[in-house]
C-alpha cells in the first residue's frame, strides 16, 4: 500500500495507520483477531479470503508487529497468528469504526452490536480526551497542530490561527 501514500503524507500519522491497517482484508483480519481467531484456517473459512490473500495479509501484520507468528503444532509445522500488544490497542479504532456504521442503522437492521461482557447491554463507543472527558466529536474545539517533529509542510498546515 506505500505507493498509495503522497509524498507530503508520509509524516501524517493519519496516512501512516492507513499503510498499515487500512486495507479491507486487513480490517477484516484484525476484527477476526480480536474475536479470538488466530489460525490461517480460521480466518480462511470465516472471512472466504483466499489463501494467497490471506498470506499477504498475514505476513504483512506480522511484519508491521501487529500480529505474532507462533507455532502451534510440529508434524506437519503449523503457525497462529497472534495479537501483539501494539495490535490489541487497534481494538478501540476498529470499535469506534464499527459503531460509526452501526450509527447510521436503524437498531433492527444492526447485525452486530458491542455490549457489555457482564450486563448484555448495548454501549455507546465514543472518542473523548482522556484528561477531560469531552467527546472528541467537535473540529472547532479540537483541532491539530504541528507537533515537535513536523517539515515545514506540515508546519505551514498546521500552524495556529
Do not use: K
Not at 56 to 84: C, F, K, M
Not at 116 to 145: C, H, I, K, N, Q
Amino acid at each position: 500500500m506505500a505507493g498509495r501514500t503522497r509524498q507530503e503524507d508520509r509524516e501524517c500519522p493519519l496516512s501512516t495507520t492507513i499503510e498499515h491497517v487500512g486495507e479491507w482484508w486487513t480490517l477484516l483480519l484484525l476484527h477476526d483477531a480480536f474475536d479470538g481467531y488466530t489460525r490461517f484456517d480460521q480466518f480462511q473459512e470465516n472471512l472466504g479470503i483466499s489463501s494467497s490473500m490471506l498470506t499477504s495479509r498475514l505476513r504483512d501484520l506480522v511484519a508491521d508487529g501487529i500480529l505474532e507468528r507462533r507455532p502451534y503444532q510440529a508434524n506437519p509445522v503449523r503457525h497462529e497468528y497472534v495479537l501483539t500488544e501494539l495490535g490489541r490497542s487497534l481494538r478501540p479504532v476498529v470499535v469506534a469504526m464499527a459503531a460509526w456504521g452501526n450509527a447510521r442503522l436503524a437498531p433492527e437492521q444492526r447485525s452486530m452490536i458491542l455490549v457489555d461482557a457482564v450486563t448484555g447491554e448495548e454501549v455507546e463507543p465514543v472518542v473523548v480526551d482522556a484528561r477531560t472527558g469531552r467527546r472528541l466529536e467537535d473540529s472547532g474545539a479540537y483541532v491539530f497542530t504541528h507537533g515537535p517533529a513536523a517539515s515545514a509542510a506540515m508546519r505551514a498546515r498546521y500552524s495556529p490561527g
